[in-house]
């Protein structure tokens, strides 16, 4: 029998460097409290056939929810609160992608985040 989700040690996996990345980045962003508190989300996916982009697009949607979640405000009127939560959770979806290991799933994080698109020049003379 052929199944097209992944197992949950996967899911395990991607927890575990989510939950890694966002210790680094929250014990950096927020040192200067007195307690260092780690939030993790686990990201379930079994439920998703990571074959197709249409699951990669859920399942990434769901990444960066966590992310979002776990790292703090993006919008926070402190430019240094800002900044860190933004790079918590730009670094929280691409370790995270990174762990599912799946080519549907990084082809969304590159439709997201971009690769390097060629520029035209044109010139008016």
Known sequence: MKTNTLSNSKQVVL????????ACVTIGARADETANVV???????SDLNLN??????????????????????VDSRQ????????????????TSVKSVN???LTSEYNAHFGVAQPINVVSTR
């Open 15 to 22: 927890t575990t460097f989510l939950a890694a990345c966002l």
């Open 39 to 45: 939030a993790v989300r686990t990201v379930h996916y």
């Open 52 to 73: 197709t982009q249409a699951g990669a697009a859920v399942l990434y949607k769901r990444i960066r929810a966590a992310a979002a979640l776990v790292c703090g405000d």
């Open 79 to 94: 430019l240094n609160e800002a900044a860190a939560a933004k790079a918590c959770v730009d670094r929280a979806i691409l």
């Open 102 to 104: 799946s080519p549907k």
